[in-house]
């Protein structure tokens, strides 16, 4: 993937190194750094469903215990965000980070207002390492990267990249910013209004099985929304090189609910799925890439 010849971002907040705690939730690979495994979390999720307890509760006193945790790629408001702290980064994955933001800055600068009538609000990233704060709680580095709609930041702890190359296959270019777009895709939903429909609607589910299936179509529209980032990138710019989309594609099928849920257990729950098959995600990535459309990306209406 071509990258380096492009502009840095100025939304680029870098914390590594600080020492502050913090709360979130992640992309969602499980079981790293200390965290609650994908195991756990379904256990958690099942009992909490059978007597009526939101699992966040659980989740949240298992991470007190374990020191660690992970869930949704966006979450909601819990506490106070610390200062900003904007330090231009200049080591090589800090600037791989800020390059792909700026490219998404000037791809939904464009396509949001020509595709939806909407003015695109640039989201701001937080670089952290081990653990930091954030509007949505404490952000840790085994939840993986994650939205927060309150302060409309993506946080990242690039030490994924490499639990995603060591422990899934999904090493290379073009799938860590497939990661880093999938995060700007809630943004992108959050300035169509999306996530606080659909927090409404997981709100009046009947069951928990229903709220995961709203999280599942806010998670596969996030990988629509990378392929049409990716797709008018590659069209304005010709970034992707041989190889490139099928890495982001082994990306895709090896980070699906059913695959870490197969591995980590020895079965699938499709009721606790929160973000897709592989398959799944495969497909809602593949058709934002081939149509670069938002409308495309309507997993709600399928």
């Not at 899934?168 to 990661?179: I, K, L, N, S």
Request: hydrophobic share 35%; net charge neutral.
């Amino acid at each position: 993937m071509r990258w380096e010849d492009f502009r840095q971002s100025g939304n680029i907040e870098d914390r590594r190194g600080d020492s502050e705690g913090g709360g979130g939730g992640g992309f969602s690979l499980p079981g790293g750094g200390g965290g609650l495994g994908i195991g756990t979390m379904i256990v958690l999720g099942l009992i909490g469903y059978a007597l009526g307890i939101d699992p966040r509760i659980l989740i949240s006193g298992a991470e007190m215990v374990n020191g660690g945790g992970n869930r949704s790629s966006y979450v909601e408001p819990s506490r106070p965000q610390t200062a900003n702290r904007a330090t231009p980064p200049s080591d090589q994955i800090g600037r791989f980070v800020s390059a792909i933001v700026a490219q998404t800055e000037d791809v939904w600068s464009e396509i949001l207002p020509a595709q939806k009538n909407i003015q695109y609000k640039a989201p701001r990233l937080v670089l952290f390492d081990g653990q930091t704060q954030s509007s949505c709680g404490r952000a840790q580095a085994a939840m993986g990267p994650f939205y927060c709609p309150t302060d409309q930041k993506v946080y990242l702890d690039t030490s994924f990249f490499n639990d995603m190359k060591k422990r899934f296959g999904g090493g290379g270019d073009f799938a860590y910013a497939y990661v880093i777009a999938h995060e700007i895709g809630h943004h992108v939903e959050n300035q169509l209004g999306i996530l606080s429909r659909a927090q409404r609607a997981q709100q009046e589910a009947g069951s928990r099985a229903d709220g995961n299936r709203i999280s599942v179509r806010i998670e596969l529209m996030a990988d629509c929304l990378a392929g049409v980032w990716a797709a008018n990138a590659d069209r304005k710019w010709k970034i992707l090189e041989q190889g490139d989309i099928e890495k982001a594609v082994a990306t895709a099928q090896a980070i699906g609910d059913d695959r870490l849920q197969q591995a980590s257990r020895g079965g699938v729950v499709p009721d606790s799925f929160t973000h897709g098959s592989a398959a799944d995600r495969v497909q809602w990535l593949k058709r934002g890439l081939e149509g670069g459309q938002i409308d495309a990306c309507n997993t709600f209406a399928r």
